[in-house]
Structures are given as structure tokens and as C-alpha cells.
């Protein structure tokens, strides 16, 4: 059985011989942040990515965040380090459910955290962040 740092020295190599950058989210464990190329929020790490001189990515997070990724990164091949790996308030919202109420409501704005779906974001009319939605929606009429 491998101990840690042999883990851990096995990832680093192997990043390097498939030109892969690491991202990892902030809430992951002490062991995988060391490996990581980059650490931070969501939205921060998919802005990295873009810069990121790699063909490939791993996303060390949810799956939104890879999506995310995914958007800024087109080019690039994105990964989920573990499939499964969703978030409850991505999931908050269904398509068909926020369709509906544009239709509805079609003269409002739609406004969506960007801790939400790829698929809701095609439907949104703005995306914000935490530290951009005050002067976003203060400036939409």
C-alpha cells in the first residue's frame, strides 16, 4: 500500500505526463489541496483553467464547477474527479420549472448564482457571483 506521499508523488507525475492541471476547490482535503495546481472557489479556478497552459483538467470539486470550467475552457478537456459529485443548490432549480416562469414573466430579468447548472445558465439572462451580484442587479432596469 502506497503511503501518502507516494500518492501524492504519483499524481504529480502523472499530471505532468498527461498535461493535466489540477484544480482543486477549497473544501478539499489537506492531501489533495498539496497536489492541486490551483486552490480556490469555483469561479476563481475556472477563470484559472482558462489561463492554465494545460490541455487538460481536473476538476477536485462538483459537478457545476466543472461545467463552469468547461464554459470558460472550451478547448480544453475537462474532468470531474468523481462523477457523482453534485451540489444541492445547483440542483435547486429544474429547466423546464424557470421556462416556465420566463415565459410567464417575460419582461423580468432573470438573474442566476453561478452555483447552478450549465443547462440553467443557457436560460438565465445574467450569471453573477457573490462578489458581483449587488452591482449586477442593481444596474439591470
Known amino acids: 500500500m502506497m503511503t501518502t506521499r ?46 492554465a497552459p494545460q490541455k487538460n483538467v481536473l476538476m477536485c470539486g462538483v459537478r457545476f464547477m466543472a461545467e463552469t470550467c468547461k464554459i470558460l475552457s472550451p478547448d480544453k478537456h475537462v474532468f470531474l474527479s468523481n462523477s457523482a459529485a453534485g451540489c ?13 416562469l420566463k415565459d410567464e414573466n417575460p419582461d423580468y430579468t432573470v438573474v442566476a448564482y453561478i452555483n447552478t447548472t450549465s443547462e440553467l445558465k443557457t436560460i438565465c439572462d445574467v450569471c453573477v457571483t457573490s462578489s458581483s451580484a449587488v452591482k449586477i442587479v442593481k444596474n439591470i432596469d
Open 6 to 51: 507516494e500518492l501524492q508523488d504519483e499524481i504529480i507525475r502523472l499530471k505532468k505526463e498527461n498535461d493535466i492541471c489540477i484544480l482543486a476547490h477549497a473544501y478539499q482535503s489537506h492531501e489533495i489541496l498539496e497536489v492541486a495546481d490551483f486552490t480556490g472557489d469555483s469561479y476563481g479556478l475556472s477563470k484559472q483553467a482558462a489561463t
Open 88 to 100: 444541492p443548490m445547483a440542483e435547486q432549480l429544474d429547466v423546464e420549472l424557470l421556462q416556465s
